[in-house]
């Protein structure tokens, strides 16, 4: 039934660590996106991508880059992990060019500490 | 920039009852889409109702509906007969193709349903 997965559920780091969270989707969506939750905050879009190799910052991109080598797999990369990263990172998808499509499917998230 | 207010951090209902969660919006767009989405604790977001603004309706899902008033922007979600795994973070979203593209979300709602 699953639709998108998130290869880590807890993560802690050291400052300064390269962190990949990884994301996987298997509903052939072409838009997948990063997002970072806080509480007090909502969620904010870090990158999102419409299609293999292309990506788009999102409003809060710095300190981030992603990958997107295949359709169904979307990879969140901290180069130097610091501490104000620590935080929940949501991974979801959605089909793209119809309508009122981004009806977002989420993963579980991951949440990552950084110390 | 479209921005989405959820002016309630928390609020709290008895089982069986109703509740109404706000939800506010601007834009200068006509045509959009809006969302309620939850967050049960420990579990992935899932969408609970999608409202296209072109639509007069008000959608409904089960025991969720929208109260939809597009002249206020005004965009607030009933949840009637209220059962305990209605408990949640509750988060309101807009999206527009004439806009940003982007799903903007407001900072979220935590419901909690007492026996």
């Known amino acids: 039934d699953v639709k998108v997965t998130q290869s880590s559920r807890y993560l802690v780091k050291r400052t300064g660590e390269k962190v990949f969270l990884e994301c996987v989707q298997d509903?052939?969506?072409?838009?997948m996106f990063w997002y970072r939750q806080d509480p007090g905050l909502g969620l904010r879009l870090i990158y999102f991508?419409?299609?293999?190799?292309?990506?788009e910052k999102g409003d809060i991109p710095e300190g981030y880059s992603v990958s997107r080598e295949k359709k169904e797999r979307f990879s969140l990369i901290l180069e130097s992990a610091s501490t104000n990263q620590t935080s929940m990172y949501l991974c979801?998808?959605?089909?793209?060019?119809?309508?009122?499509?981004?009806?977002?499917?989420f993963g579980a998230g991951s949440r990552l500490t950084v110390l | 920039a479209q921005t989405v207010t959820q002016s309630q951090p928390e609020m709290s209902v008895q089982e069986a009852e109703t509740v109404t969660l706000s939800c506010t919006y601007d834009?200068?767009?006509?045509?959009?889409?809006l969302f309620w989405y939850k967050q049960p604790p420990s579990r992935q977001m899932i969408l609970v109702i999608r409202?296209?603004?072109?639509?007069?309706q008000n959608a409904t899902e089960n025991r969720f509906s929208v109260n939809f008033q597009k002249a206020a922007k005004s965009f607030s979600l009933k949840i009637s007969d209220s059962q305990l795994g209605d408990a949640a973070m509750y988060f309101c979203a807009y999206f527009s193709q004439g806009g940003s593209e982007k799903l903007v979300f407001g900072k979220g709602m935590k419901l909690t349903v007492n026996p």
């Open positions: 509903m052939d969506h072409e838009n």
């Open positions: 409202q296209e603004a072109y639509k007069q």
């Open positions: 991508s419409y299609d293999v190799k292309m990506k």
């Open positions: 834009t200068s767009e006509s045509d959009y889409y």
């Open positions: 979801a998808s959605s089909w793209r060019g119809l309508p009122g499509a981004n009806v977002l499917t």
